[in-house]
């Protein structure tokens, strides 16, 4: 069982940063891939960023080049760092964790899900 709980979500002009964490209780924190999804008001839950558990990362396209998964395997934790925001951006961001090996973007594979933080980028 893992629990995840996000947090440094906010208020942010476009251009701006923001630092997401996601907390994960359990051992076996460091077997699982982390992934970063997001969800606007009125569409689906959309892919992030994955981190596999040997490092490995990707990305959506429109995120890549902008946002930086990493995490910290000593603290359980897994962050977003995301820079030169758009108001497009603006969701609920989640993370969660999945078992399955390699890279997975559907919601699906994940088994383990924070309660999201939400991330507002004004223009």
């Known amino acids: 069982q893992v629990q995840l709980v996000e947090s440094g979500g906010g208020l942010v002009q476009a251009g701006g940063s923001l630092r997401l964490s996601c907390a994960a209780s359990g051992r076996t924190f460091s077997s699982y891939g982390m992934g970063w999804f997001r969800q606007a008001p009125g569409k689906a839950r959309e892919f992030v960023a994955v981190?596999?558990?040997?490092?490995?990362?990707y990305y959506a396209v429109p995120v890549k080049g902008r946002f930086t998964i990493s995490r910290d395997n000593t603290k359980n934790t897994v962050y977003l760092q995301m820079n030169s925001l758009k108001p497009e951006d603006t969701a609920v961001y989640y993370c969660a964790a999945s078992s399955k090996l390699g890279i997975r973007v559907d919601p699906d594979e994940y088994d383990y899900w924070g309660q999201g933080t939400q991330v507002t980028v004004s223009s």
């Open positions: 981190m596999m558990f040997n490092g490995g990362t």
